[in-house]
């Protein structure tokens, strides 16, 4: 992922979100539609998650300080949390509570042709997001399944947009489903069952993301491919025989520490084994551009501990 975190993916939803709650409150105000007021709620919280994101983004780029000397990428981690908490309370909840009442307290849909005409201009607007989030995730995801990709992104932001894009598009059908359900029958209770399956899944997403992003958060190694180029650079065969143990961590998406116990030359002098690290750690970053911060300590390799000598 690169360092620009996804960001014309973040625009295009913010964009589209912001158009389209505009309209879902109008139409809302004007059908009396229980499904378009969480709709609209919905896209409310869909573009604040996506100022956080960009936030989130901006803050991370700061350099590092004597507070924080290995710099500030996990921001984006952190702002990516939020984004599931704001998903959950303002547009899960607020979605679920919206349902039940409009089931209990039931009412006829007004002037139909209001939430029906925004709703189709919502999935529209949301396709073409939601299209531009997988343009940008396809050039990132190599050969990894659309599963896997949200499961392993080191950078949270286009997993976040992609499945805040593809829930928008489901909660749009629910909505569009639920008034037209209430406009056959008459019966304004189809309208808060639609908004009540909204709730569903965006409280659903909202803990899907929670879950992967308290991952980041903790602290997640590189990825497979990652470790076996920083492992196969590492060794030369020649001054650094072998890894003895190794151990990477994300500082943030873009930022991979490497810490490693690496097997030299018993009779190496301490110049020949400073050489050593420097080649090695030129390599790594070579093999691994985002292998930014790297601690090597030069050990002898033993293959078996001394046995413990015994007197009769």
């Not at 947009?161 to 909505?175: N, S, T, W, Y």
Request: charged share 20%; aromatic share 8%; net charge negative.
């Amino acid at each position: 992922m690169s360092a620009s975190g996804g960001t014309k993916a973040i625009v295009a939803a913010l964009c589209a979100n912001l158009a389209i709650a505009v309209s879902k409150f109008t139409a809302a105000a004007f059908s009396g539609s229980s499904s378009m007021l969480a709709e609209g709620v919905h896209s409310v919280a869909d573009s604040g998650n996506q100022a956080l994101l960009l936030l989130g983004g901006k803050r991370a780029k700061r350099a590092a300080s004597e507070e924080h000397p290995f710099g500030y990428g996990r921001e984006r981690y952190i702002y990516a949390f939020l984004v599931s908490i704001v998903l959950f309370t303002v547009g899960g909840v607020f979605a679920l509570y919206e349902g039940a009442e409009k089931i209990r307290h039931p009412h006829e849909l007004e002037h139909w042709y209001w939430p029906v005409g925004v709703l189709v201009f919502a999935i529209i607007a949301e396709t073409f997001s939601f299209r531009t989030a997988i343009k940008e995730s396809n050039e990132v995801r190599g050969g990894q399944s659309w599963l896997q990709f949200v499961r392993t992104a080191k950078a949270p932001e286009l997993p976040v947009v992609l499945l805040e894009d593809l829930g928008a598009l489901v909660g749009l059908f629910l909505a569009l489903g639920g008034v037209l359900m209430a406009l056959a029958t008459g019966d304004g209770v189809w309208d808060g069952i639609g908004t009540l399956c909204i709730g569903v899944l965006l409280v659903a997403i909202a803990v899907v993301l929670a879950a992967e992003t308290k991952s980041l958060l903790l602290g997640e190694a590189g990825s497979k491919e990652s470790v076996a180029r920083i492992r196969a650079a590492m060794v030369d065969g020649d001054r650094v025989t072998r890894i003895i143990h190794m151990r990477t961590l994300h500082l943030g998406p873009d930022e991979l520490l490497v810490a490693a116990k690496i097997a030299v030359r018993h009779d190496d002098d301490a110049a020949t084994i400073a050489r050593t690290i420097d080649e090695a750690e030129t390599r790594i970053r070579t093999a691994e551009p985002i292998a930014r911060v790297i601690y090597l300590e030069p050990d002898i390799y033993r293959e078996q501990p001394a046995a413990a000598t015994t007197t009769d």
